[in-house]
């Protein structure tokens, strides 16, 4: 697997926007992945799944859980969306045979994704937040006069139902990002 700096991931993921004309709030990320060829299908997955792409040859399919909240499976297919365009010719990608005559790259995004154990889990997180919630669309919308009198809970409540995104996935977007410190577990 291939290493991509944060830099790197910011910028490829703002091209992305900028070539499937999806730099805007929220990023309507079923189009993002239409335009780039991949198909996009609810499904009933199971509580422990959240998401998964199918790659035969050069055809993908994002399967997202038909059950889960809506700013979930946005995550979830932009999790997916990310392994087609970081993973998808990996030498080490992972496969499952089907019958013998079809050949399948799947991809699962399960309980184990957001711990952040596998690299290119954690990869696939990066870009789906960076995708979701681009950093210049960020910045934007904080430099504007809604967020001068809000603390930084609501500041982070009220840019995740802009983006579409849920609380936690705000919060540590923009920490990471350095525009909010991350919060304290308790």
Not at 25 to 41: C, F, Q, Y
Request: proline share 5%; hydrophobic share 40%.
């Amino acid at each position: 697997m291939r290493y991509i700096s944060k830099d790197a991931m910011e910028e490829s993921t703002w091209q992305l926007l900028a070539t499937t004309e999806s730099a805007r709030l929220p990023v309507p990320i079923e189009l993002v992945a239409d335009r780039i060829g991949l198909r996009v299908e609810a499904a009933p997955l199971g509580s422990g799944v959240s998401g998964l792409l199918v790659i035969e040859g050069d055809r993908g399919t994002i399967g997202y859980n038909e059950e889960h909240p809506y700013v979930r499976q946005r995550f979830s297919i932009a999790h997916e969306l990310a392994h087609w365009v970081l993973h998808r010719n990996d030498p080490d990608s992972p496969d499952l045979f089907i019958d013998s005559t079809r050949y399948v790259s799947v991809y699962l995004r399960d309980e184990q994704s957001s711990t952040g154990e596998k690299k290119r889990e954690v990869q696939a997180n990066m870009f789906a937040a960076a995708l979701l919630m681009p950093e210049r669309l960020l910045r934007r919308e904080i430099s504007g006069p809604d967020f001068d009198s809000l603390d930084e809970e609501e500041m982070c409540a009220e840019l995740a139902t802009r983006f579409q995104v849920s609380h936690q996935a705000m919060s540590l977007r923009l920490a990471t990002l350095g525009i909010l410190l991350p919060a304290e577990s308790e």
